[in-house]
């Protein structure tokens, strides 16, 4: 059984910044390529930023310059530093990660975190 937790989100005013936190518990061998993803209501879940396990980092464009992707593979949890946040940044911000237990691999997802940025 494995678990992520996400944590940080809240309201924020334009032009401010959050950083959210998805922990990661359970019976885990190894943390593969974890990443963030948002969604707003009426509209598909949308990629934000990845971050492989050796440190690569990819970002979609709407985000690149404003966004940092970030893990701490010791403590197994992940982070997303978000700076000059936009109102279109609103949405629930959802951790996935690729995870290895003894037995698979797992593609989990969290339950989700709220970001509302007001302008």
């Known amino acids: 059984q494995v678990q992520l937790v996400e944590s940080g989100g809240g309201l924020v005013q334009a032009g401010g910044s959050l950083r959210l936190s998805c922990a990661a518990s359970g019976s885990i061998i190894r943390l593969d390529d974890m990443a963030w993803y948002r969604q707003t209501p009426g509209f598909q879940r949308e990629f934000v930023a990845l971050?492989?396990?050796?440190?690569?980092?990819n970002y979609a464009d709407s985000v690149k310059g404003r966004f940092t992707i970030s893990r701490d593979n010791d403590q197994r949890t992940l982070y997303l530093q978000m700076n000059s946040l936009k109102p279109e940044d609103t949405g629930v911000y959802y951790c996935?990660?690729?995870?290895?237990?003894?037995?698979?691999?797992?593609?989990?997802w969290g339950k989700g975190t709220l970001v509302t940025v007001s302008s």
């Open positions: 996935n990660a690729a995870i290895r237990t003894l037995f698979r691999l797992m593609d989990s």
């Open positions: 971050i492989t396990s050796s440190g690569s980092t």
